[in-house]
């Protein structure tokens, strides 16, 4: 039988709100990547990965179950994040069964699990929290950065915490979008803090196999950039895509000067999160334990980053449920270099269990990527993802197969479907046009297969 230290170590990196298209081994001419792009020529770069919920606490719900939203049910978010409901206690994460297995967990930055479970060690922020600009007694809840970071951060440079909100309330903060020079430096950020708490993590953990949750808060709102990050691209000579180009009504939102320094920052901050994923990396490999570790990375959805005039997420465009996805299996595994094939990240957590050496319980609907990381068969016919606003009162699902999208809403919003292969910017809503009336009703009834078919076990303790 074998024994727990030959078990592979597994580091789960998640960012927030990052575009597929904000790495340079994903294409991208402008942001630069080196860390991530290195992972990606020792690992496996997906170029089709897709979340199963457009918006952060439910889409991470999906990652730490393996299940869909609506067989999770954290389906929405509330505008208090606090409150909004968490997993079901029957509902059992793939860190709860790795802790029953002998892995020392842990957990570092960004989670959005309430409450979270299935840590032996946890540093926690709730997240950047545009929406907040008093450090207490906000009437959306408790300040997303929270009160352990606030603490360290105090250690560090007293008054810092407040000055973060302050600077939340001025003028040139609203007037750019959040698009400013962060009032803490790069070594006092959130994710800086919380990634000497992932070090701290590696550092402590012995001979036992590992488990390690690396969330960063950015590239989310607002992006304020810290030091060198936030003038690392100049904002002339940022390009514009044709969807910002084309908006539906460009005399209205932000002007273009706005809109560039916008992206500016927000790639300065892709460019953070690879120095920092960096620097995790770096320690693992000075421990001589990189070459016996999985390494996961992804976001848990993207970013409008002002194309159709529109920044943010919640919707079943491209550029929201289209992420990152790079796993860097322990060396001596097989591997290929590129998978085009339809991936979710439901498809994480037996992903995880595969390469722990765990069974998937049947409940679990995502399927391990291992075989398709070691010979590049296998894949998704279509993915799903759901959304529920905030207030439920809009309710979406989402099919997604290798040519088409169909999006069915509630409340008499007109339904989608667009042909990504002739149309991939998504421009032309086939759903009300007669001629493709075969199409859609093939289409809708994928999805009520797809749905039919998802029906399983609900996991009892």
Known sequence: METPNTRPNILLITTDQQRYDTLACNGSLVVRTPVLDGLAREGV???????????????????????????????????????????????????????????????????????PRGFDYQKLTHGQGARWDVP????????????????????????????????????????????????????????????????????????????LWYGLCNPHTPVDAPGKYASLYDPGEIPLTEKYRNRPNPDEGPSERVVRRWIAHYYGLCTMVDDLVGRVIEELKKRNLIENTLVLFTSDHGEMMGDLGRFGKGNFLEEIIRVPLIVRPPAGDER???????????????????????????????????????????GKDAVLGEFTANDRSLHGKCLRTERYKYVHWTGGRPAELYDLREDPGEWSNLAGDPAFRELLAEMQGRLIEHLSLSERPILRR
């Open 136 to 211: 207490y007694g906000s009437p959306l809840g408790p300040a997303q950065l929270g009160d352990e970071y606030a603490h360290w951060l105090e250690q560090q440079n007293p008054g810092a915490y407040a000055r973060i909100y302050e600077q939340r309330r001025s003028d040139e903060y609203k007037r750019n979008l959040g698009a400013v020079t962060s009032a803490v430096a790069f070594e006092e950020s959130v994710d800086y803090w919380a990634a000497e708490n992932a070090i701290e993590f590696i550092r402590e953990s012995g001979e036992r196999p590992f488990f």
């Open 336 to 378: 290929v270099a590129e998978i085009d094939r339809l991936v979710e990240l439901i498809d994480l957590a037996p992903t995880v269990l595969d390469y722990a050496g765990l069974p998937v319980p049947e409940a679990v609907q995502g399927e391990s990527l291992r075989p398709l990381v070691q010979t590049g068969e296998g």
């Open 45 to 115: 770069r997906f170029e089709h990965a897709y979340v199963n919920n457009p918006v952060c606490i439910p889409s991470r719900a999906c990652i730490q179950t393996g299940r869909y939203t609506h067989q999770h049910g954290v389906r929405y978010m509330e505008s208090k994040v606090d409150t909004t409901p968490g997993l079901p206690f029957w509902e059992e994460t793939f860190m709860e069964r790795l802790q029953v297995a002998g892995y020392r967990t842990g957990a570092a930055g960004k989670i959005h699990m309430f409450p």
